[in-house]
């Protein structure tokens, strides 16, 4: 099992920046490639980036390139969004998302490919 806790959310203004963090428990993040999805309220949870078990590739959705950046650091468990030039619209309930891989270099973009999920983290961008 896998434990994912992030952290990070808040209130910002348009325009602003926030990085969110997520920390994994266990001994095989380096196994798992990880994605961040959000949701807003009234609507489907949906794919916002990711990055493969190696780091060596991400995949955005088209919103938020440009703007959001996703990392992750092995050593430390943990995967990062940075968010930049923040709008109202981005708005919703950010969560985390792991899945076991043995392919280094995949990313994945749909919620049913995933295997283990965070409780959230609100991010508000007033206008």
């Known amino acids: 099992q896998v434990e994912l806790v992030e952290s990070g959310g808040g209130l910002v203004q348009d325009g602003g920046s926030l990085r969110l963090s997520c920390a994994a428990s266990?001994?095989?993040?380096?196994?798992?490639?990880m994605g961040w999805f959000r949701q807003a309220p009234g609507k489907e949870r949906e794919f916002v980036a990711a990055?493969?078990?190696?780091?060596?590739?991400?995949r955005y959705v088209d919103s938020v390139k440009g703007r959001f950046s996703i990392s992750r650091d092995n050593a430390k468990n943990t995967v990062y969004l940075q968010m930049n030039s923040l709008k109202p619209e981005d708005t919703a309930v950010y969560y985390c998302?792991?899945?076991?891989?043995?392919?280094?270099?995949?990313?994945?973009?749909?919620?049913?490919?995933?295997?283990?999920w965070g409780q959230g983290t609100q991010v508000t961008v007033s206008s």
């Open positions: 990055v493969s078990r190696d780091g060596s590739r991400t």
């Open positions: 266990g001994r095989t993040f380096s196994s798992k490639a």
């Open positions: 998302a792991a899945k076991d891989t043995t392919y280094g270099t995949v990313c994945y973009t749909r919620r049913n490919e995933y295997n283990y």
